[in-house]
């Protein structure tokens, strides 16, 4: 097992002042890990990926394979598994054939090719599947014979770009689960790039936020949902609010801000935020940790039901605090009395142990 480096790596398709695709990222994926990179479409994944296969180069910047630098190292020479979105299998061939095709390039034997086939199809729970043509398979067995297929050359590093996207929900829960199963037996140091939050947060040991071509924070699933570095994170990591409220106190780790309608609440802040009396706090807090509440409960929130929505785990109640803030806070609660509706004026409560100061 290896670990994967990159070192201010950039990206520029243009020679003109445009932005960059991928503007100065490091990062390191240790040997065995699963790391995702995450973030809405067009902030830079693919290319980030390709990079790392190298089907581009850099712009700027370096990437390692343990000690091996390979900036500039041909793709083929890099010994990556890759698994997309479209599986790109050949359709024509059987299912073994396909497995096989990436040791047939590497000339190895027909006795191994035979045995390491068999043994891939079997780590990805297709044992009998060989003879079968790929058009006979299910999207997600399709998936798992791209995934037998990049594993079967015991590759130094495992790329995934979206191999999800073209499967309904459900299945796509299911896959997901089995690839991280395959990953963890394999132990294969992987990269996994999609904009899907839940799936990032659900498989990966830990993600890489990206917005317009630059990292935003890397941390484990928890670190970014409880600790997000920034709005943009806070926001894009499950469903935070995120609120303007004037500083009344500072300390090196907590900050107290004033709430709409008379209160003070005392938030975590992450270290050297910054902040003094009279700036603005950005307040993030999750929609589970707001707490629905009378109106005429004292230092309550106070606002206007404008949207009820029941998920079926939770109800989602959209509440308009007017200005001062950002607009609309939304609950999400277990237990929303039925009668709470829209148009209704409803009490918010914030609980301070909770809340996290975000930087703009
Ligand atoms: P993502 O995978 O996150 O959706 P991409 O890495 O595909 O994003 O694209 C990042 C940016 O680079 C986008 O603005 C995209 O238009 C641009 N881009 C990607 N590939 C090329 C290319 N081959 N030539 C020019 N621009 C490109
Ligand atoms: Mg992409």
Redesign the pocket.
């Known amino acids: 097992m290896i670990d994967v480096k990159l070192e201010s790596v950039s990206k520029r398709?243009?020679r003109s002042g445009e932005a960059a695709?991928?503007d100065d990222v490091t990062l390191t994926i240790a040997a065995g890990e699963f790391f995702t990179l995450l973030?809405?479409?067009?902030?830079?994944?693919?290319?980030?990926l390709?990079m790392v296969a190298g089907f581009y180069f850099p712009t700027a910047g370096h990437i390692h394979f343990g000690e091996q630098d390979v900036t500039r190292l041909a793709p083929n020479k890099r010994d990556t598994g890759m698994v997309f979105q479209n599986y790109a299998l050949f359709p024509h061939m059987s299912v073994a054939q396909n497995v096989a095709y990436g040791l047939k390039v590497r000339k190895v034997s027909r006795a191994d090719t035979a045995r390491r086939v068999a043994q891939a199809l079997t780590e990805v729970h297709l044992d009998g599947y060989g003879t079968r043509r790929i058009d006979e398979l299910s999207g997600g067995q399709q998936q798992r014979v791209a995934l037998a297929r990049a594993l079967v050359i015991r590759p130094r590093t495992l790329l995934l770009?979206e191999p999800l996207s073209n499967l309904d929900a459900k299945l796509r829960e299911e896959t997901r689960t089995e690839i991280r199963r395959i990953q963890r037996e394999s132990g294969t140091t992987s990269l996994y790039?999609t904009?899907d939050q839940a799936e990032a947060m659900a498989m990966s040991d830990r993600i890489a936020v990206?917005r317009s071509?630059q990292v935003q924070q890397i941390g484990t699933p928890r670190e970014v949902y409880h600790e997000p570095a920034n709005a943009f994170v806070a926001r894009f990591i499950g469903r935070s609010n995120v609120l303007s409220l004037p500083v009344t106190s500072a300390e090196a780790t907590r900050v107290g801000v004033a709430l709409p309608g008379g209160g003070r609440v005392t938030a975590t802040a992450p270290d050297g935020h910054g902040l003094g009396e009279g700036d603005t706090a950005l307040v993030a807090a999750r929609p589970e940790h707001v707490v629905l509440v009378s109106p005429e409960e004292p230092d309550a929130i106070r606002g206007t039901v404008t949207g009820v929505e029941f998920t079926g785990m939770a109800t989602h109640v959209t509440v308009d605090i007017g200005a001062g803030a950002d607009g609309d806070v939304t609950v999400a609660a277990v237990d929303v009395p039925d009668r709470v509706d829209v148009g209704d004026r409803v009490g918010l409560r914030l609980p301070a142990e909770r809340l996290w100061v975000v930087r703009p």
């Open positions: 398709f243009t695709a991928v973030g809405p479409s067009g902030c830079g994944k693919t290319t980030t390709r770009d790039v904009h990206m071509g």
